[in-house]
């Protein structure tokens, strides 16, 4: 897995508010973490997301958080 598609994943998975079912669905949708971010908020609605949730994938809310998890998981990594 590229770095990029790391971030993506991890973001995904930080995304408050989406469960395992809702993830599966956005994915089938979208085919990946990726394209799921890419996707637009009308998209995504019709995936029957919770209203915030989409949002919060619009605007990539969870990418900061997921940042600073792989830069910590990188800095451990370096250390050992």
Not at 39 to 59: F, G, M, N, R, W
């Amino acid at each position: 897995m590229q770095p990029d598609a790391s971030l993506s994943w991890l973001a995904l998975g930080l995304t408050a508010g989406l469960a395992s079912r809702l993830s599966a669905r956005v994915l089938r949708r979208f085919d990946s973490p990726d394209g799921v971010f890419r996707a637009t908020l009308p998209d995504l609605e019709s995936c029957h997301l919770p209203a915030q949730v989409a949002q919060a994938i619009v605007k990539k809310e969870s990418f900061k958080r997921a940042e600073k998890e792989l830069a910590f998981k990188r800095l451990r990594a370096a250390r050992s």
